[in-house]
């Protein structure tokens, strides 16, 4: 037999690997923002959250975000976009973590970037019906999550739209079934119009004054 040597790597540490930029608690960041302004809605501080997500689950989501880089990639080579990876953007002192965006090859881009598309991935685990597993009742072909219903995601989204300039999003979203393990990968196009994006905005912008800076950074995945 041969001599084995093993050695266990950490889910944190390959998401560090694949992703090592905290986010800086001097500036605001568009997902706190945005579940502060719907704690505010429902009268609670949003740091009152005691909400904890299974060990590893936000580690998994950023090595999915990583790998989907290649999706996305693909996905603009096939309608003649490219593929910029976490672009680094600031507005009025609020910053997010957009997956990347897909930008018209030059000198193509319209003066308004309409042509230009944000990237956004995210990983769920099982359907709509909170299935895990095709014998838990899980059905890929009618079980599919419309992204609209899902009011984090598509505030997140039109933040993320102004911060860019642009009014189409791409998301891409991966259901990870348990047993038998598959992965089922969508892509969605949405559109949204100039006010909807400017009302998000408005909201995002208007939550600042609920904290001062610095303040404690979210870790949360799911937004």
Known sequence: ???????????????DWVDPHPRDPNLYHVTDLIKAAKWRAKGRDFRDDTKEFPEGI?????????GSGVIAYKVGERIGLRFLPKPYLVWENITGSLDGLLLAPA????????????????????????????????????????????????????AYCYLAGVNQALMIV??????????????????????????????????????????????????
């Open 1 to 15: 037999m041969p001599d084995l040597i093993t050695n266990r790597l950490p889910t944190q540490t390959i998401a």
């Open 58 to 66: 936000g580690d998994l989501g950023k090595v999915w975000e990583h």
């Open 107 to 158: 000198p193509a881009p319209a003066p308004d970037g309409s042509n230009h598309t944000i990237v956004e991935i995210k990983l769920r685990y099982g359907f709509k019906s909170g299935g895990v597993s095709i014998q838990g009742g899980a059905d890929p072909l009618t079980d599919i999550e419309d992204p609209r219903d899902n009011w984090d995601w598509m505030e997140q989204v039109k």
């Open 174 to 223: 991966g259901h990870n079934l348990s047993f038998p393990p598959r992965l089922y990968v969508f892509e969605h196009w949405l559109t949204f119009t100039p006010q909807e994006i400017a009302d998000t905005w408005q909201m995002v912008s208007n939550a600042r004054s609920l904290y001062p800076l610095p303040y404690p950074v979210s870790e949360e995945v799911g937004l």
